[in-house]
């Protein structure tokens, strides 16, 4: 199983620290995203990996192979690490056609001239460009162009491929089809990606693996859809999912047998779920979490509470009303696209199991997805 | 190489140190951008920081000669003695204060007119429907890459007067008396430096005028100004930045020109810094002559940063708004035919003239009589007639022409192709380490030639290079002296030019290829360098046309077995052989036009910036 492994991984650049402490294990064959907002170490860390960036300090291994390792002053170059990396900009050369830029990476490993015409036919004919091999790059479209990138790197055969965010330059329908040829060739080679993005939508939809990173260290690392769920603390849950997360700020005002949280003049009452090692105390500072999908409107089983209608954003396939109550905003996604006044008001309820509790101070989720007992105006 | 296991390193901690440090240092060692950047610093150092301390050390020195002067000190110790006599004493007033008031007034005057001019010309071509504006935009900068003492040289010819004897120009030959004050002196020499300026102004505010947005000026208008009041009030604030730094950096310029004030200034002893510097070099007082020149550093290196400074503040006012629509320009209606008439006019005196004077004044026996009998190839194609000019053969026919021709080639050819490439490893190593202190101290080291008048830089190398130190031989009087000298001084703009062609290219590229396994030599050949073959063209053909009418740097380099183009003009002039000054200029100015010609064929860009030199 030659998983990648990071340990104590930190980049620092004078007082700047780039990463910081990371551990990691990426596993074998998985597509792993690099999650985060610009600044926070993703694009360094896949350097590190790649061997074009030194680490400050850490060990990195490539099954039981040592890559790295700043105790021994032990770094392997990138040519010796078996990895493949596609740039942002592509950096395809210029100056040569296709065929030379797939042939290049070959050459440099003492291929024989059928064997590589060989390898590069056959990486073309994967990423279905054959028939612009003889031409310079800057003929090619951005697409065309990502499409040699992925070819100049799959044909030496790494077994592991980087890549930083690389749709990031096409439009939106290309990309579309590029994440779908990124998936195909993921499932048709027995590689392990590495893939950097600051696009969740982009994380979740591709991975089978995510790391959610912030200034340069580990927010979480979880499968897409357990992250989108049951998010480690309020900075994953409200990075990932679009429209992001409803977050009310509360105060614990019970906390026995049911957990009582007072927002503005609303009681929650939620059921006990406790997660992690943080207790819900009396007094203790919450910020309930719950996913737009999850809000439930029109409910005529209590418990529920009356809301006024904000406004409405329809998109076509989905409509998001903006609900108001006091200092209270709250997005809602309506089961069907339709469109309720402006005004109007209505009744919502919590989908029961997806309500979380956050730490006020500290961020991080305490609770298990719970569900509503209780819903209620103080009095 | 073996794959390591990760199984960390049994056994002591010295162990792990030991294992540590060797794989650290092969590493460093097999590093080449690294190692490429040290030596680059190493050679660096070597030819512009020390010869700078040398230079200082030199003013505080004791030079042999002066042993007499001060009493109980041996050669080569400790003294003030050329800090008082140049700042505080009865001579000072004549070796320093009055050449840097000199100097000021001048650059200051010359600057004002400069840029009067090139701001004018500027707009005209940017901001309204004048007709020929390509050919007025093409033509306007020829001033500046022509050698700066061809307008002198030209000026003398028309308007010298009896004064200094030999032969007077044409003004005086036709009856007109002419006073000193028009033949030499302060006015000519900052009418002549002025209009050989003034395209530099012209270049600087005229890209400010492209560059500026004209939506700024849409809304001043529908808020109901009229063209005037949005050119005063709107158009040139905005630009005013550029104006103020383009003028600063032309009044630093003229601190270090010496060829307008020694052709103009010398003949009636009006002295300014540069010259007064070369007189005392020349007198064999190189201890005043340093401490001038430093001054001439610290005065040229101020207004330098001055101007940084300025052009910071611009960058804040250009960057307001990103795609500016195309320009709408300013019609002049009845008038354009008029303003065109004016400036082509204006670029006929200032450049088809003088160089029409200077050639006809080849071709003439005696100056001014322009009659067929008059008519005479003696000076360019003559056989040696004793008696005129001691003998001198016709230019063409003169041998000493052709040495110095070949060495002007050959000094243009080896210049340029050791700064293009000091100039491409440079950007390429700056840019591959930023962030290291070994980057921005070569970035620094570098520039530091741009803040040094030329004159004082051939000084400062005099100084170094003079005698033997160290293993170092004494390189006086070799053609290489004359060589490193003029690559140093190219040094801030090679280096600048490398370092943006790097950028630009960016490193991902390269870092394809070392994902993919190519050394860095096949990097750097198969990679790198065909990508910058474009921009290594430029490299080569600016500073080869700078170093060919380079004068002022290698006056003080120059033997007799090392004669250039330029000092032949000056040694002639000196001699007042006018005639043949006159002619190797034209030689030059048709070498540097061709040169020119050249260089937009291949590149097709306009000649626009970095033309450096004084």
Same mark, same amino acid.
Request: glycine share 8%; hydrophobic share 45%; charged share 15%.
């Given at each position: 199983m030659p998983d990648i492994k990071l340990e104590n991984l930190t980049k620092r650049w004078g007082d700047v620290v780039a990463v910081d402490n990371l551990n990691l294990t990426i596993p074998d064959r998985s597509f792993t995203c690099l999650l985060g907002p610009s600044g926070c170490g993703k694009t360094t860390t896949l350097r590190m990996i790649a061997g074009l960036e030194e680490? !400050? /300090?850490?060990r990195i291994s490539n099954g039981d192979k040592l890559v790295f390792c700043s105790e021994r002053g032990l770094s392997l170059s990138p040519d010796k690490r078996d990895v493949g990396l596609i740039f942002q900009s592509y950096a395809l050369w210029p100056h040569m056609t296709v065929f030379q830029n797939i042939a290049f990476g070959l050459e440099m490993k003492k291929m024989s001239r059928s064997e590589i015409e060989e390898r590069v036919r056959e990486a073309a004919g994967w990423m279905q460009i054959d028939e612009y091999l003889q031409r310079y790059p800057s003929e090619l479209s951005g697409g065309q162009q990502q499409r040699v990138a992925l070819a100049r790197s799959l044909a030496p055969r790494p077994n592991c491929l980087l890549m930083d965010e690389p749709l990031s330059n096409l439009d939106a329908k290309l990309r579309m089809d590029m994440r779908t040829e990124l998936k195909r060739i993921h499932a048709e080679t027995d590689m392990t990606i590495v893939y950097v993005t600051h696009d969740q939508l982009e994380a979740i939809s591709m991975a089978t693996t995510v790391v959610v990173m912030k200034e340069g260290k580990l927010e979480q690392c979880d499968e897409p859809l357990k992250l989108y769920k049951y998010p480690n603390n309020l900075f994953v849950a409200d990075f990932v999912g679009s429209p992001s997360i409803n977050l009310l700020k509360g105060k614990v005002i019970e906390g026995h047998d049911v957990w009582t949280v007072q927002c503005y003049d609303w009681l929650l009452s939620l059921k006990r779920a406790p997660y992690g090692d943080?207790?819900?105390? *009396?007094?203790?500072?919450?910020?309930?979490?719950?996913?737009?999908e999850d809000i439930l409107i029109s409910s005529s089983e209590p418990p529920y509470i009356g809301m006024l209608v904000y406004s409405n954003l329809p998109t076509g396939s989905d409509t998001f009303v903006r609900l108001r109550h006091e200092g209270i905003l709250l997005t809602a996604k309506l089961p069907e696209p339709?469109?309720? $006044? !402006?005004?109007?008001?209505?009744?919502?309820?919590?989908r029961p199991g997806r309500v979380l509790l956050f730490d006020g101070e500290t961020g991080k989720r305490i609770s298990d997805g719970t569900s509503l007992v209780n819903f209620q105006i103080a009095s | 190489m073996g794959s390591y296991s990760a199984q960390p390193a049994a056994g002591n901690k010295l162990a792990v140190h030991c294992e540590r440090g060797w794989? /650290?240092?092969?590493?460093?060692?097999? *590093? $080449? $951008?690294? =190692?490429?950047?040290?030596?680059?610093?190493i050679i660096s150092v070597y030819l512009v920081v020390v010869? =700078?301390?040398?230079?200082?050390?030199?003013?505080? !020195?004791?030079?042999?000669?002066?042993?007499?002067?001060v009493f109980g000190k041996r050669p080569g110790e400790f003294t003030t003695y050329y800090l008082k006599r140049v700042f505080a004493s009865d001579i000072s007033s004549v070796l320093f204060y009055e050449p840097l008031m000199n100097t000021l007034i001048i650059s200051f005057l010359m600057s004002v007119l400069a840029i009067s001019i090139g701001t004018t010309i500027a707009w005209f071509v940017t901001r309204t429907d004048l007709p020929f504006k390509r050919f007025i935009s093409n033509t306007a900068v020829v001033p500046f890459i022509l050698p700066s003492w061809t307008l002198s040289l030209a000026w003398l010819t028309i308007f010298k007067n009896r004064t200094i004897g030999g032969t007077t120009g044409i003004l005086e030959y036709f009856g007109v008396q002419l006073p000193d004050w028009i033949s030499y002196g302060p006015l000519p020499i900052i009418i002549t430096m002025a209009l050989h300026y003034y395209p530099f102004t012209y270049m600087l505010v005229g890209s400010a005028f492209r560059d500026f947005d004209t939506r700024l000026e849409e809304a001043a208008l529908v808020l109901g100004g009229n063209r005037w009041t949005i050119l005063r009030r709107v158009v040139l604030p905005m630009v005013s930045p550029a104006i103020v730094s383009s003028f600063i950096l032309t009044i630093s310029r003229g601190i270090g020109s010496f060829s307008t004030p020694v052709f103009l200034g010398n003949p009636i002893n009006y002295r300014v810094l540069s010259t007064r510097m070369f007189a005392s070099l020349q007198a064999g007082s190189p201890g005043d002559a340093y401490m001038i020149a430093i001054v001439m550093i610290l005065l040229a290196a101020t207004f330098i940063f001055i101007s940084n400074r300025v052009i910071g503040k611009r960058k804040s006012f250009v960057t307001i708004s990103g795609q500016a629509p195309k320009a709408k320009l300013v019609s002049l209606g009845k008038w354009r035919y008029v303003a065109s008439g004016c400036i082509l006019l204006f670029l006929f005196a200032v450049i088809v003239v003088p160089l029409f004077v200077l050639a006809a004044d080849t071709f003439m026996r005696v100056p001014g009589v322009y009659s067929p009998s008059n008519f005479t190839l003696h000076y360019w194609i003559g056989k040696s007639i004793p008696g005129i000019l001691d003998g001198r053969p016709g230019i063409l026919r003169d041998a000493d022409t052709w040495r110095a021709f070949f060495n002007s080639v050959k000094l243009g050819l080896s210049a340029s192709v050791l700064s293009a490439i000091f100039g491409i490893l440079v950007g390429y190593t700056v840019v591959r380490l930023r962030g290291t202190w070994l980057s921005s101290t070569l970035d620094q080291v570098s520039f530091l030639p741009y803040l040094i008048p030329s004159i004082a830089f051939g000084a400062i190398?005099?100084?170094?290079?003079? #005698? #033997?130190?160290?293993?170092? $031989?004494?390189?006086?009087?070799?053609?290489m002296l004359i060589i490193l000298a003029t690559t140093a001084k190219n040094f801030p703009f090679a280096a600048k030019s490398g370092i943006s062609?790097?950028? #630009?290219?960016?490193?991902?590229?390269?870092?394809?290829?070392?994902?993919?396994?190519?050394?860095? =030599?096949? /990097?750097?050949?198969? =990679?790198?360098?065909?990508? #910058?073959?474009?921009?290594?063209? *430029?490299?080569?053909?600016?500073?080869?046309?700078s170093a060919m009418r380079e004068l002022s740097m290698v006056v003080i380099l120059i033997t007799p077995g090392t004669q250039l183009l330029t000092t032949l003009t000056f040694r002639y002039s000196d001699y007042g052989f006018y005639h043949m000054s006159n002619a190797v200029v034209l030689l030059l100015v048709i070498v540097i036009i061709v040169m020119r010609y050249i260089m937009q064929k291949i590149t097709g860009a306009e000649l626009s910036e970095g033309l450096g030199g004084n």
């Open positions: 680490p !400050t /300090r850490g943080t207790a819900v105390k *009396n007094g203790q500072e919450v910020v309930v979490g719950v996913r737009c339709d469109i309720i $006044p !402006t005004g109007s008001e209505i009744n919502v309820s919590f | 794989n /650290r240092s092969k590493r460093i060692l097999s *590093n $080449p $951008p690294l =190692l490429l950047s040290i030596v680059l610093l010869p =700078l301390i040398s230079v200082l050390a030199s003013s505080v !020195t004791l030079h042999s000669r002066d042993t007499l002067r190398y005099l100084s170094l290079f003079a #005698q #033997q130190r160290g293993p170092i $031989p004494s390189l006086y009087g070799t053609f062609a790097m950028i #630009q290219l960016g490193h991902e590229i390269e870092e394809a290829g070392i994902i993919a396994g190519a050394s860095w =030599l096949t /990097r750097m050949r198969r =990679l790198v360098l065909p990508l #910058q073959r474009s921009g290594l063209l *430029n490299a080569l053909i600016l500073p080869f046309i």
